[in-house]
């Protein structure tokens, strides 16, 4: 089954990348006229797909986060609601008949190049209406940079020898986890230092072509990376390059809840990658080929069940963050940010983790997201940092809860108090809940060419497990856990399967975005991004 999925991913993004070479986007060509088709540059990337989309007809809203999606009488979603920063806090509200969430991973306002926009509202979003996540265990991924910057790229470092502050050589083992695993213990006890002087000569203006952004805080520092030694840290990227998010139920990218599907990071990467990173070719190829297919069974979705009319009754979903069970005191989302990265970025909680780790850690975010549901709420750019909040302790309590339930270690789930991978623990697991966090084995796959069971009572694989650690106030409204939607359309075997694509220097929402919206056209949806509506 991942084989298969493996297979439409290369299908579908060999094919959308041809498209891109028709619609005119810059290739490196050599010598003999043929392009270079294994690499995109965001920012030109992102500028052709905003042309044609808005060639489509489509209507992008910059700066216009969504803080919450829309439902009707049945609950199935229909629309979205959200606020315009540059229009004093202006808010907007979207009726659709299907929603795409490409609103990227949560990396918890790290500090990472390009991720201060993953804050995980849009999974925060999909969970009030119902949605189950999948693979949240897998979302200690940390990347390298320069001390002096906020760049993670990787690729660059497999010709760097590391050092202590006194110039001690590392020994780094060329594996890529083991090595990031040494560095990350070796940083745990004092500075680690960095140069890139394995790299031969001959090939330095290669690597600058190919990673201009990985260079740039290099320059402007005044360093020569190849010669000369420079102070590194690692951040924490989290969901973004770590692989958990929405579970998906079919071929179509349909989440638990009728008319929400999800494209890019928001969604869970097991199928193609398991529970190691996909960051760089395999996020960059997930990206436009969950984006198609989203798209495309979205307007599919949405031309089933027609326009909805300017009376349809709607009801806002969004609660924590936005609609507080009390107004007695204002929450202070400063100090809320500073306790939930305290829990969820430094090496030796996230990292190198144990079971009593995350039990420390869950008593503090259960705390404050009691503080979050009783009194979160603001107005205007208040309001947005409050909802961003709760979405990020709502990740966090997730991640940890889905980590507690696998007592092993496999993949990036590294637990230093059980450093062994269990066979029977070789499943897939589902978390969810707000209120109250349960974990669940996933019995099924998303399926090609047919229905996924997405109803509690159907996984027959093991015990749904709630985790509750005290009781909680009552008042609030319980989630729902709603069936899949219609839609999905027949597998096409890949004839060829190419490699995977290398793409870099792109906002891991909009490249979801983009594809997405390729695939909408005007079908009467929406599509929600980083930034965008």
């Not at 041809?18 to 490196?28: A, D, E, H, I, V």
């Amino acid at each position: 089954m991942y084989r298969r999925w493996m297979a439409r991913v290369m299908e579908v993004t060999f094919q959308q990348v041809g498209r891109l070479s028709g619609w005119g986007y810059p290739f490196l060509v050599d010598e003999e006229g043929r392009e270079g088709r294994s690499s995109l540059q965001g920012p030109g990337y992102v500028r052709l797909m905003r042309r044609r989309t808005r060639r489509a007809g489509v209507r992008i809203l910059d700066h216009s986060p969504a803080l919450e999606l829309l439902v009707d009488a049945e609950g199935v979603v229909a629309g979205a609601a959200g606020v315009r920063r540059q229009d004093g806090f202006r808010p907007w509200l979207v009726r659709a008949s299907a929603v795409v969430l490409a609103t990227g991973g949560c990396a918890f306002l790290s500090g990472a190049l390009g991720l201060n926009v993953d804050t995980g509202d849009g999974h925060l979003m999909a969970a009030e209406v119902g949605a189950e996540l999948s693979g949240m265990e897998f979302s200690s991924a940390y990347g390298l940079a320069p001390a002096f910057g906020a760049e993670t790229k990787g690729l660059m470092y497999q010709f760097a020898t590391y050092s202590r502050e006194d110039g001690t050589e590392l020994e780094v083992e060329s594996d890529r986890w083991r090595g990031r695993e040494a560095l990350a213990r070796a940083l745990l006890s004092g500075p680690v230092y960095a140069r890139l002087d394995k790299a031969p000569p001959g090939i330095h203006l290669a690597m600058r072509q190919a990673q201009p952004n990985f260079f740039l805080p290099f320059d402007k520092a005044g360093i020569d990376p190849f010669r000369e030694r420079f102070q590194i840290h690692m951040v924490l990227e989290g969901t973004v390059r770590g692989t958990g998010g929405l579970r998906l139920l079919d071929e179509g990218c349909a989440t638990t809840v009728p008319g929400l599907y999800a494209a890019g990071d928001v969604a869970t990467r097991e199928l193609i990658t398991g529970g190691i990173s996909g960051g760089g070719s395999h996020n960059g190829a997930w990206a436009i080929a969950s984006g198609t297919w989203a798209g495309a069974a979205a307007a599919r979705f949405a031309r089933q069940r027609g326009a909805l009319g300017r009376r349809s009754r709607l009801q806002p979903a969004g609660r924590f963050g936005l609609r507080p069970a009390s107004m007695v005191t204002r929450l202070d989302a400063r100090e809320a940010l500073r306790l939930v990265q305290a829990e969820v970025t430094p090496l030796d909680r996230n990292l190198f983790r144990t079971g009593k780790g995350f039990e420390r850690s869950l008593h503090v975010l259960d705390d404050l997201w009691e503080e979050i549901a009783r009194r979160g709420r603001g107005r205007g750019e208040h309001a947005l940092a409050v909802r961003q909040v709760a979405a990020m302790v709502a990740h966090a309590r997730w991640m940890y809860r889905a980590a507690l339930a696998r007592p092993e270690s496999r993949a990036m789930h590294r637990r230093e108090d059980l450093p062994g991978s269990d066979p029977s623990q070789r499943r897939r697991l589902l978390v969810g809940g707000l209120e109250e966090v349960w974990t669940a084995p996933d019995p099924v796959l998303p399926l090609i060419g047919g229905p996924a069971r997405s109803e509690r009572r159907d996984r027959g694989a093991g015990p749904v497990m709630v985790h509750r650690l005290r009781p909680l106030r009552s008042g609030l409204p319980h989630e729902r856990v709603r069936g899949r939607a219609p839609g999905g359309s027949e597998d096409r075997p890949s004839a060829r399967l190419p490699g995977l694509l290398h793409v870099r220097g792109l906002l891991p929402g909009r490249r979801a975005l983009c594809g997405a919206a390729v695939g909408c056209r005007r079908a009467g949806l929406s599509l929600f991004g980083q930034g965008l509506a």
